[in-house]
């Protein structure tokens, strides 16, 4: 079975800029998680999707927006880049159901560093 | 945005020795995770509980549900140079509407001496 897969890798992108992440969650898996790492920081909730829906946002300034597509996987937009974007992007699935009910599988993240 | 209070922040242990670690809370918690983030890859999930009291296990790790379900600790018994990384304890509480948002410790960053 795949696992969540984020893409892309890397990103550089300049001040001002628009970037766009992208998520596949595990297959059968409704709710997609966004979290931003930044240096030497923990993990910061960002948005949380569930059924195509934004159900819960971080303290993050509107220009951090996402969606979810009929598909469940996933879009993370940042806006008029600011240099304290640059972190690594991490995104989760979750199942609602099954043995591993409740239990976040993470992607290996896209690492956006901004010039 | 809100964290839990996760400590140590860091530690440098010898080859061998036992680790211990702990998250708490000002907030009940009805699911405890543990994640271990290796460098350059996403976190990946070591261990859940699920009930207040909990106490699983999972080869040399260790964890246990607070009873107040507002803590958690991991213990890593022996540890291996592999065990080199970050680990994440996380907080979840389900609602009667669904789950909310997952919330995590700021990570504790352990090194292993050889």
């Known amino acids: 079975e795949a696992g969540v897969t984020q893409s892309p890798t890397h990103l550089i992108k300049t001040r001002g800029q628009q970037a766009t992440l992208r998520c596949s969650p595990i297959?059968?898996?409704?709710?997609v998680y966004w979290y931003q790492q930044a240096l030497g920081l923990g993990l910061q909730f960002l948005l949380w999707y569930d059924e195509g829906e934004e159900r819960n946002r971080g303290n993050f300034p509107p220009r951090f927006s996402g969606r979810q597509f009929p598909n469940y996987s996933s879009e993370l937009n940042v806006n008029a880049l600011e240099l304290e974007d640059s972190a690594l992007y991490l995104c989760?699935?979750?199942?609602?159901?099954?043995?591993?009910?409740?239990?976040?599988?993470f992607g290996e993240g896209s690492r956006l560093t901004v010039l | 945005g809100q964290q839990l209070n996760q400590s140590p922040q860091s530690m440098f242990i010898q080859e061998g020795e036992d680790v211990s670690m702990n998250c708490t809370s000002s907030?009940?918690?009805?699911?405890w995770l543990w994640y271990k983030q290796d460098p350059g890859e996403g976190p990946v999930l070591l261990i859940a509980l699920y009930k207040a009291g909990e106490l699983t296990s999972n080869g040399r790790l260790t964890a246990q549900f607070g009873i107040t379900r507002k803590d958690s600790f991991l213990n890593i018994s022996a540890s291996i140079p592999s065990d080199v990384g970050i680990y994440f304890c996380?907080?979840?509480?389900?609602?009667?509407?669904?789950?909310?948002?997952?919330?995590f410790g700021i990570g504790t960053k352990l090194q292993v001496i050889p």
């Open positions: 907030s009940i918690f009805n699911t």
């Open positions: 996380a907080g979840r509480l389900m609602n009667s509407g669904g789950y909310q948002k997952v919330t």
């Open positions: 297959s059968g898996h409704t709710s």
């Open positions: 989760a699935s979750m199942s609602i159901s099954g043995i591993s009910a409740g239990e976040l599988f």
